[in-house]
Each structure stands twice: as C-alpha cells, then as structure tokens.
Nanobody, 119 residues
Framework: QVQLVESGGGLVQPGGSLTLSCVDS????????MAWYRQVPGNRRELVAS???????TYADPVKGRFTISRDNAKNRVYLQMNGLKLEDTATYYC?????????????WGQGTQVTVSS
C-alpha cells in the first residue's frame, strides 16, 4: 500500500519561508499528478497546489506568487517552497495525488506536517 510521509513544517514568522517535502512510496509516482493540500481544524481540506506528471503546475489563488510546487520523479518526492508566509497560511499540510489515493473506500492521507505562522 502507498505510504505518504510529509516533513518540513515548523514555526515561522510572517514573511518567512519554509520548504515542505513529501515522499510517496507508490510505484506510479512518475505517472500521476501530485498535490499539496492544507487543513485548519474545523475547516475542509483545501487544494493548495498541484504538479502534473510532465511538470505543469497550478496554484490556489491565495498562494499564487508565493508558493512553488515541484517534484523529483527519481526520488518519488514532491516539494512545496513557501515564501512570504502569512498568518492565514497556518495549517496542517498534506501531500497526495490528485485526486487523493483511495483505500478501502475512503481517501487515504498521511500524517501531514504542521505549519504555524506567528510573530
């Protein structure tokens, strides 16, 4: 079964930067669109950015111009470079394919990585 492991979160001041990393243990990584999502407690998980198998990227409006998604197919990794962080970027960030992996009829998610933007 696929395992998703996110890392790189932390506490950062407004205007700061972080780079998130995710490893996907699946065998079809290079063929699929990967994405980063985020969730604040009490809110729905939202799509932040995606990168297709051939490198085309999309971004949610709130992060355009500040976040950059990339992938390394040789390492089965996807990254999210976050610059100019704002208080409202505080959330738990998850990687997954787009649409998310399904396991037993439900979407499968890794443990995520917490990003806290605070002064």
């Amino acid at each position: 079964q696929v395992q998703l492991v996110e890392s790189g979160g932390g506490l950062v001041q407004p205007g700061g930067s972080l780079t998130l990393s995710c490893v996907d243990s699946g065998s079809i990584f290079r063929l699929i669109t990967m994405a980063w999502y985020r969730q604040v407690p009490g809110n729905r998980r939202e799509l932040v950015a995606s990168v297709s198998s051939d490198g085309q990227t999309t971004y949610a409006d709130p992060v355009k111009g500040r976040f950059t998604i990339s992938r390394d197919n040789a390492k089965n990794r996807v990254y999210l470079q976050m610059n100019g962080l704002k208080l409202e970027d505080t959330a738990t960030y998850y990687c997954n394919k787009l649409p998310p992996y399904n396991r037993g009829g439900s979407d499968y998610w890794g443990q995520g990585t917490q990003v806290t933007v605070s002064s």
